[in-house]
């Protein structure tokens, strides 16, 4: 039951009351006057034919036996519709039926709820309320990013609403009297559309999505079905959700390219766990080569066999590299470093990557600078750099590598360097496809790639532009499609002298040279028994004074009786109880201002922070020759000896 409302008039009318009709207790229609003819349309003797039912449904289900209850007493105050009224559009009416006492009728009263005024002292009625929440419903399907539209079981339009409407091309009934199929150009009943709307007139809801005018618009259908339940057509909302699908194809693609790095880190993990073992191997394989090749006549045909078994070795050895820079697991030791000494040593692998119907060309600078930077670092890069121009070519072309030196006294722009300084600038370039100026913009993102699905990680490029920023670097692209790409790499160049760096050099430094020895004591801990022993036999034979352990424990057992006169530790950083850092720490301990040597095959955290070796530590990277293990183990020593002769002078 609704709650009563005021007296209602018409503005204009002096008669209280807008428009009435009697009803008789059986629903018939006794009286329907002009006024009430007005309101709804409908004539007396249409009207007579009819039952109250017939005429007026309420808006609110929960009010119909109110209305349709002709019982001793009824009343009814509310909102309804016409239906009935074929003609007619459907709208909202305030009725109000009340039981007349002196007569064995109804009174209804009919107005429209834009003519109602309210007393101001009356409180705000139920049927007023329900106008207003109508009006609020209007406002908010006109503001809403979509639309409300209905159809009859012919699928003419009836009406159409809603701002959304606008995005789409139409105007807010603009479809009326249009047909549903003719807009379609399909009358195909597998048509989704046509399907959904199919279902909605049989009764069922249904829902489909589809694109217009470039949006994406979901639709809800249901059936629309007058006051005896019966379907005269279908009412359907629209709801544009383009904003919504794009974020869900962002979220999709964030979450394969969350999906692919945790692929790409547990295959990095498998990668450096692979060579770490495979390092040990190869230190134990590439020494005892180089010892016997140093026995070995140079002319004789076994020479030959250990020179081939040595190169293989080499290859080997730059594999586990390379899986260590995948998993992101080297250790970066910056040093002294000839860019065009780094090409002309990896110019065969790189031909051999590129293959035979692209040519490359290299234009290496002879005075070359050198660059404080980690040879093996660079040398991936260059490795990514020239896949990537690869990649860009299609069938024959041409690739170019070039150093040189720049000195600039002002800012390089766009091309160039920031900051007036001395560079070495490392250059590949390719006349391959290029690329547009969005590819550019986005070619050092992470997860970034031109390549099919599943042909590239997106992870090249953004690895290049990391490795360079940590050498201190930057990296510039100029590229126009159909025409090519040019990276470029500026480099710092350092002051340094070329003999002393060459030396140092581990790209120029012969593998068989022998390094000069000494006499020093040196604590050797190694877990793995074959590296164990070569390198304490490499090192007994440069004439130091060994102490071979198997594990920490070990060490720290024997080194009471060596205490006084332990020069260095060389120790395996991963080892089974305790690690080579916590036994350097111990030992540190036991015996202060002792030089440390770490060694691994594998780029632990424990000695580095982000690849980047700690300061004051010394590391040499499994696998290593017998000269390199020599000539490492004699700098430190040598400097171990300046810095405590300069303590003693001071």
Not at 82 to 93: D, Q, S, T, Y
Not at 470 to 491: A, H, K, P, Y
Request: glycine letters at 8%; one cysteine or more.
């Amino acid at each position: 039951m609704v709650a009563s409302i005021p007296v209602v008039r018409r503005e204009g009318d002096a008669e209280p009351g807008v428009a009435r009709a009697l009803v008789r207790r059986d629903g018939s229609i006794a009286e329907w006057s002009s006024a009430i003819e007005l309101v709804s349309g409908w004539s007396a003797s249409r009207a007579k034919q009819r039952t109250l039912s017939d005429l007026l449904a309420p808006l609110d289900p929960c009010d119909m036996p109110d209305l349709h209850s002709f019982t001793a007493g009824a009343s009814f105050r509310g909102l309804v519709a016409l239906v009935g009224f074929e003609a007619l559009p459907p709208r909202p009416l305030m009725a109000e039926l009340t039981h007349l006492a002196d007569k064995d009728e109804l009174c209804l009263t009919l107005a429209q709820p834009s003519d109602l005024t309210v007393g101001d002292h009356a409180p705000p009625p139920d049927g007023a309320r329900a106008a207003f929440d109508l009006q609020r419903l209007s406002l908010v399907i006109d503001s809403m990013p979509g639309f409300v539209y209905t159809l009859d079981r012919n699928f003419v339009f009836t009406s159409s609403v809603g701002a959304g409407l606008e995005a789409m091309g139409f105007k807010p009934g603009e479809c009326v009297g249009k047909s549903v199929l003719d807009m379609w150009g399909v009358r195909d009943p597998s048509y989704e559309p046509l399907a959904c709307h199919l279902r909605a007139l049989a009764g069922y809801p249904a829902t489909y999505q589809d694109v217009c005018a470039g949006r994406s618009i979901e639709y809800r259908l249901l059936p629309l079905r007058d006051v005896n339940g019966a379907i005269v057509g279908i009412v359907s909302t629209g709801i544009d959700v383009t904003e919504r699908e794009h974020a869900r194809e962002t979220q999709a693609k964030l979450t394969a390219q969350l999906r692919q790095a945790q692929k790409m880190e547990a295959i990095g993990r498998l990668a450096g766990g692979v060579a770490h073992d495979f390092n040990n191997l190869l230190t134990c394989i590439m020494g005892n080569l180089t010892l016997a090749e140093e026995q070995t006549p140079g002319d004789s045909r076994v020479a030959r066999y250990l020179e081939g078994a040595s190169a293989a070795a080499e290859s080997a050895a730059t594999l586990t590299r390379q899986l260590l820079a995948f998993g992101r697991k080297q250790v970066i030791d910056p040093r002294p470093v000839n860019l065009s000494t780094l090409i002309e040593r990896v110019k065969g692998m790189l031909e051999r990557l590129i293959g035979e119907a692209i040519t490359l060309r290299t234009s290496c600078a002879a005075e070359l600078w050198y660059v404080q930077a980690d040879p093996g670092q660079l040398e991936q890069v260059l490795v990514n750099l020239i896949v990537n121009a690869r990649d860009a070519i299609s069938g024959h072309g041409e690739i170019e590598v070039e150093t040189r030196n720049l000195e600039t006294s002002q800012s390089g722009g766009p091309v160039g360097p920031a900051t007036p300084g001395r560079y070495v600038v490392l250059s590949v370039r390719d006349n391959g496809r290029g690329m547009s100026d969005v590819v550019r913009s986005k070619l050092f993102e992470p997860f970034f790639t031109t390549k099919e699905t599943g042909a590239g990680t997106g992870l090249g490029l953004a690895t290049v532009y990391g490795a360079v920023q940590q050498n201190g670097g930057i990296i510039t692209v100029d590229s126009t499609l159909g025409e090519g790409s040019t990276f470029r790499i500026f480099l710092p160049m350092i002051d340094v002298d070329r003999a002393v760096a060459r030396a140092s050099d581990p790209v120029v430094a012969p593998p068989s040279s022998r390094a000069r020895g000494g006499t020093e004591t040196i604590l050797l801990v190694e877990d793995e028994p074959l590296v164990l022993d070569l390198a304490a036999c490499t090192l007994h034979e440069l004439g130091y004074n060994v102490i071979p352990c198997a594990s920490a424990d070990e060490a720290l057992r024997r080194m009471p009786d060596y205490q006084k006169r332990i020069d260095l530790l060389l120790t395996d950083v991963v080892m089974p109880r305790m690690n080579g850092k916590e036994l350097a720490s111990r030992v540190a301990s036991l015996q202060p201002g002792i030089s440390v040597l770490f060694s691994s095959g594998y780029g632990e955290d424990i000695i580095a922070k982000q690849g980047v070796l700690d300061a004051g530590l010394y590391f040499i990277g499994k696998p290593y020759r017998p000269a390199e293990l020599a000539a490492k183990v004699r700098s430190i020593l040598d400097e171990r000896a300046t810095r405590l002769a300069a303590a003693r002078a001071s």
